[in-house]
């Protein structure tokens, strides 16, 4: 297992390491930890980190965000992939994670609104 969770600064983490982890099953554990190479990762990785369709509502910020659908790699999404993971719910509006509650008198019924 690679545990390198809680990092207090953003952690660049190679391709490679996640393409590995995803072929062996080797556990990469990546909890509360941002990414400091998102780009690179997003674009190269997405084979490997494959998310559920299902949206898991945060308690807090008015977002909704995906796991990935591999059990050995845990993220946090909000922190891991903010922007590819994470989408602000109904009743809110905005992207990924800053959302902000629709206006009195305004709503919308969809994920990833940027307007109520």
Known sequence: RLDVSR???PLRVS????KSA???GTD???MKTELANKEEIT?????????EEMWTPREAGGYSCHHLVRPNIRV???RFLPKVMCACGPGH?????????CPEDTFNDQMDQSEC
Do not use: H, Y
């Open 28 to 30: 990469l554990w990546m």
């Open 93 to 101: 509006f905005g992207a990924d994670t800053n959302c902000s509650a």
């Open 76 to 78: 946090t999404p909000e």
């Open 7 to 9: 990092n207090e600064i």
């Open 15 to 18: 391709r490679d390491v996640i």
């Open 43 to 51: 674009a190269s990785c997405s084979n490997e980190l494959q998310m």
């Open 22 to 24: 995803a072929k062996s």
